[in-house]
């Protein structure tokens, strides 16, 4: 302890908290805690982020992720809202700061501010550095042969990414001895007003334990039961196959670093390759909608593929809106928008399935996905909401080939063979047999009345019809192949 008192820099440092709300294996926090006294800050950063501030669900989330963080800290965390820039300045007329860090976000809009923060903040002669805390690897590390970057996943992931360094290791949790205890104005966590008005949150506290413990917790469980059967597994929602980590990883209550090589402790496991090869590769599918996003940032706005820029999207609120709540009249359609709304989440295969119906059987704008997954998902990702969003629509780098329509009745059939997840969001239809379940309409009129289900009534009729729409949605695609320029 004393040689490490020996080597701590004079001085007060802030490590601003950002997407890294965690102590264990936090680079710019330990930088941070070498100096004489540290004063950790949370900015809830509103102006800034324009249209792309928090969702609903994600706010949520984040002010129970504060809470714990701050227990963590021994409630010495400071808490602001409004431009950083003007808070550290605020901070600075009360303090004499030497030294101020971050680890580096990647959404267009922080970059940008993070730029002109850290130039005014250097005219003032302050100490500025940001980390690597977010990301395997760096995007501006990760190019082509010729420099450019790369456009289609398995190239970036298995040329680019497993042939570059290897991720950093973790670093293990910090004893912050040296943390400041004034509170220097700051706000309260329930003043940020994070908690949304409509309590349909309720729903979403006994699926999650937001924070670092519940993100180590959550980690620990899936590479116990999990991880063996991922790679086929992650397939069937009502399985518990899949990490669940996305929220987790999105906060940064646990390092992908953390992840990536807590993962790697199961390589000697009899059986387990395969799987653990396909989760680490889902690892680099966040890796690239991050590069995605730094490389091409008007991705949540711009079609990826031009050629979508004449498609003829459907503008229909009736039908987005019983999309949205679940009511289509396709069972597994609607358990996963029910999924959604009662948990914050939804397993990924349901996400390519409620998104290839809305963008190609309804034929309605990813866009309007894209924003109803932003305010609903607790694991709401910029560069993985509009990277998945475009891959499912055709328009985006690497995309499912448009021919490519799930169909519901045929999706729910293979990966809820048994009906249990489809009959837990959909209990209306519990008592029908799993021979009608997908496509209830078919059942005849006697096995709906024992079922107690009235088509129309105590369950939606189908609101489009499968086949019609697929090949209306064929034509409008081949409207695509037009040279944009006629």
């Given at each position: 302890?004393?040689?490490?008192?020996?080597?701590?820099?004079?001085?007060?440092?802030?490590?601003?908290?950002?997407?890294?709300?965690?102590?264990?294996?936090?680079?710019?926090?330990?930088?941070?805690?070498?100096?004489?006294?540290?004063?950790?800050?949370?900015?809830l950063?509103d102006?800034?982020?324009?249209?792309?501030?928090?969702?609903?669900?994600?706010r949520?989330?984040?002010?129970?992720?504060?809470?714990?963080?701050?227990?963590?800290?021994?409630g010495?965390?400071?808490?602001?809202k409004g431009?950083?820039?003007?808070i550290?300045?605020?901070?600075m007329?009360?303090?004499?700061i030497?030294?101020?860090?971050w680890?580096?976000?990647?959404?267009?809009?922080?970059?940008?501010?993070?730029?002109?923060?850290?130039k005014?903040?250097?005219s003032?002669?302050?100490?500025?550095?940001?980390?690597?805390?977010?990301?395997?690897w760096?995007?501006w590390?990760?190019?082509?042969d010729d420099?450019?970057?790369?456009?289609?996943f398995?190239?970036?992931?298995?040329?680019?990414?497993l042939?570059?360094?290897?991720?950093?290791?973790?670093?293990?949790?910090?004893?912050?001895?040296?943390?400041?205890?004034?509170?220097?104005?700051?706000?309260?966590?329930e003043?940020l007003?994070?908690?949304?008005?409509?309590?349909?949150?309720?729903?979403?506290?006994?699926?999650?334990?937001?924070?670092?413990?519940?993100?180590?917790?959550?980690?620990?469980?899936?590479?116990e039961?999990?991880?063996?059967?991922?790679?086929e597994?992650?397939?069937?929602?009502?399985k518990?196959?899949?990490?669940?980590?996305?929220?987790?990883?999105?906060?940064?209550?646990?390092?992908?670093?953390?992840?990536?090589?807590?993962?790697?402790?199961?390589?000697?496991e009899?059986?387990?390759e395969?799987?653990?090869?396909?989760?680490?590769?889902?690892?680099?599918?966040?890796?690239?909608?991050?590069?995605?996003?730094?490389?091409?940032?008007?991705?949540p706005?711009?079609?990826?593929?031009?050629k979508f820029?004449?498609?003829?999207?459907k503008?229909?609120?009736?039908?987005?809106?019983?999309?949205?709540?679940?009511?289509?009249?396709?069972?597994?359609v609607?358990?996963?928008?029910?999924?959604l709304?009662?948990?914050?989440?939804?397993?990924?295969r349901?996400?390519?399935?409620?998104?290839?119906?809305?963008?190609?059987?309804?034929?309605?704008?990813?866009?309007?996905?894209?924003?109803?997954?932003?305010?609903?998902l607790v694991?709401?990702?910029?560069?993985?909401?509009?990277?998945?969003?475009?891959?499912?629509?055709?328009?985006?780098?690497?995309?499912?080939?448009?021919?490519?329509?799930f169909?519901?009745?045929?999706?729910?059939?293979k990966f809820?063979?048994?009906?249990?997840?489809?009959?837990?969001?959909?209990?209306e239809?519990?008592?029908?047999?799993?021979k009608?379940?997908?496509?209830?309409?078919?059942?005849p009129?006697?096995?709906?009345?024992?079922?107690g289900?009235?088509?129309?009534?105590?369950?939606?009729?189908?609101i489009?019809?499968?086949?019609?729409?697929?090949?209306?949605?064929?034509?409008?695609?081949?409207?695509?192949?037009k040279?944009i320029?006629?």
């Amino acid at each position: 302890m004393e040689d490490s008192l020996l080597n701590m820099s004079k001085g007060i440092a802030i490590h601003w908290f950002r997407q890294d709300l965690r102590i264990k294996d936090n680079p710019s926090l330990e930088a941070a805690s070498q100096y004489e006294s540290i004063i950790p800050v949370y900015i809830l950063d509103d102006v800034n982020s324009g249209e792309f501030a928090m969702g609903a669900a994600s706010r949520w989330w984040l002010h129970k992720s504060l809470e714990k963080l701050n227990e963590s800290l021994g409630g010495n965390l400071l808490i602001y809202k409004g431009n950083p820039s003007d808070i550290f300045n605020n901070i600075m007329k009360e303090q004499d700061i030497s030294y101020i860090s971050w680890n580096r976000c990647y959404e267009p809009w922080r970059i940008d501010r993070d730029k002109a923060i850290k130039k005014d903040l250097e005219s003032q002669n302050i100490n500025v550095e940001s980390f690597s805390g977010a990301l395997l690897w760096e995007p501006w590390k990760i190019s082509k042969d010729d420099g450019t970057p790369y456009r289609v996943f398995t190239p970036f992931y298995k040329k680019g990414c497993l042939n570059a360094d290897e991720p950093r290791f973790p670093t293990s949790s910090l004893k912050l001895n040296n943390l400041y205890t004034n509170k220097l104005n700051s706000e309260s966590i329930e003043n940020l007003d994070l908690i949304p008005e409509i309590d349909w949150y309720r729903d979403f506290e006994p699926e999650w334990s937001p924070g670092e413990e519940g993100a180590d917790q959550c980690l620990e469980e899936f590479l116990e039961s999990g991880l063996m059967n991922y790679k086929e597994g992650r397939n069937f929602p009502s399985k518990k196959f899949v990490s669940r980590l996305s929220p987790h990883l999105h906060f940064g209550e646990i390092s992908s670093n953390e992840v990536w090589y807590r993962a790697k402790t199961k390589e000697t496991e009899e059986g387990i390759e395969k799987s653990l090869a396909h989760f680490h590769s889902e690892l680099g599918w966040r890796e690239f909608s991050s590069y995605l996003l730094y490389h091409f940032p008007d991705l949540p706005k711009v079609n990826f593929q031009k050629k979508f820029d004449i498609f003829p999207w459907k503008q229909d609120e009736t039908l987005l809106k019983l999309w949205q709540s679940g009511n289509t009249g396709y069972p597994i359609v609607d358990a996963g928008m029910r999924e959604l709304w009662k948990t914050g989440y939804m397993h990924n295969r349901l996400r390519m399935v409620v998104g290839s119906f809305l963008v190609k059987n309804l034929l309605i704008h990813w866009q309007e996905g894209e924003r109803w997954f932003w305010d609903c998902l607790v694991d709401a990702d910029l560069a993985s909401n509009s990277a998945s969003w475009q891959w499912v629509a055709g328009s985006g780098a690497d995309a499912a080939p448009y021919f490519r329509i799930f169909n519901p009745i045929t999706q729910g059939l293979k990966f809820d063979p048994d009906g249990e997840y489809t009959k837990k969001y959909v209990p209306e239809l519990k008592d029908l047999p799993n021979k009608y379940l997908f496509s209830p309409w078919e059942a005849p009129k006697e096995v709906l009345e024992s079922a107690g289900i009235e088509l129309g009534k105590d369950y939606p009729q189908p609101i489009v019809d499968l086949k019609i729409s697929r090949e209306i949605a064929l034509e409008a695609f081949a409207t695509t192949k037009k040279d944009i320029n006629e």
